[in-house]
């Protein structure tokens, strides 16, 4: 089985950026071990402080990116970080190459029930004369990722990882400390029976999409004239992980809850990551008006509307949209 690092050395042309996803490993490895062992690592519940999005941390939110943020500045080729957990942006090597945007846990929620959860990041390039001070160097559209992944840490720990030239699966080996080539250039089913929302928002989404899950649950007897089936887990690394493997539909839709808030997933370092991992195995992302890795940012926290999966469902929500 080939290991990540040999497999990055053939398919990637930036040695730096091998040892930038290296480096992110290494981290993500000790992250998988603490959510291994989980109390008995002291690892659950609440740190009892909110992050700069007024979200309530869990321990692991705090260690998860603690173990990140160490790991990152101590490389070379990394000029700067950005995090959820983070206010603002980090500066790290001034002669660094790379921006590493991550969410250090996702699922947060999952954590005290032993439920799936993950590492999501985003690489961008940054320019010498960059100050890694500055948000608005961290500002690109997601086209301009270079590196994008997830880890998951379930049953197995995983990297999906795609550096613009495909998406590829790693599974992660304890008993050498290594990730191994588990399925090289994903392809995801262009049509899905299977979509993943949290139903509980319901009447707060546009209309349009109220129109479009309307339709999806009268299943074949609807104009689809196909029977559905859901699944929510509260975790986008598992919900993006089920699509990767056998296709589907995932959306985190815009809802007027908090009409300063387009969506709850933030855009930097969950949609636009999630994007390129999708559409880099055939599939497709949309906020379900404009390509998501065309969203032009304007803050490093800034939500967006997700609608992501198989490419023929996702054009049938942009069908949808443009009534
Ligand atoms: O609890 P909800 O509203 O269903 O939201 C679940 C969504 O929120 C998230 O947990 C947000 O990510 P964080 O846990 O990193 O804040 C996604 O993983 C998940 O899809
Ligand atoms: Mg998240
Ligand atoms: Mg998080």
């Known amino acids: 089985m080939q290991r990540l690092r040999t497999f990055l050395e053939h398919h990637c042309d930036n040695p730096s950026l091998v040892d930038v996803i290296d480096g992110l490993m290494v981290a993500c490895k000790d992250i998988a071990y603490k959510v291994q062992l989980g109390s008995l690592a002291g690892v659950l519940g609440s740190a009892e402080q909110e992050n700069v999005q007024g979200e309530c941390q869990k321990k692991l939110d705090v260690i998860a990116n ?11 080729q990394v000029k700067g970080l950005a995090s959820e957990e983070e206010a603002d942006p980090v500066a790290c090597n001034p002669d660094g190459e790379f921006l590493v945007l991550f969410d250090p846990l996702d699922g947060s929620s999952n954590i005290d029930v032993n439920v799936t959860v993950g590492t999501i990041f985003s690489v961008l390039a940054a320019r010498p004369e960059d100050d890694a001070n500055h948000e608005s160097i961290y500002l690109q559209t997601g086209e301009r990722q270079v590196a994008a992944g997830y880890v998951l840490y379930g049953p197995s720990t995983l990297l999906v990882l795609s550096t613009g030239n495909g998406t590829h699966v790693f599974t992660f080996d ?16 262009a049509t899905t029976k299977e979509f993943a929302i949290n139903m509980s928002n319901q009447r707060f ?26 699944r929510w887990i509260a975790s986008m690394v598992a919900e993006i992980h089920r ?46 008006f404009e390509d998501i890795m065309q969203v032009e940012p304007t803050s490093i926290h800034q939500r967006v509307s997700v609608v992501m999966g198989s490419a023929d469902e996702v054009d049938t929500v942009i069908r949808y949209h443009k009534g």
């Open 174 to 189: 304890p008993r050498i400390g290594e990730f191994s080539l588990q399925r090289e250039s994903v392809k995801i089913p």
């Open 205 to 230: 989404w546009l209309p349009e999409m109220q129109n479009y899950v309307a339709d999806l649950l009268r299943g074949e007897e609807g104009p689809l004239e196909k029977r559905y089936n859901m």
């Open 66 to 76: 603690d173990l990140l943020k160490n790991s990152l500045r101590a490389m070379p």
């Open 243 to 288: 699509i990767i493997t056998r296709g589907g539909i995932f959306m985190y839709p815009y809802d007027s809850r908090e009409p300063a808030k387009p969506g709850k997933l933030r855009l930097m370092y969950e949609g636009n990551p999630m994007s390129m991992l999708i559409e880099q195995a055939g599939g497709k992302a949309t906020t379900a």
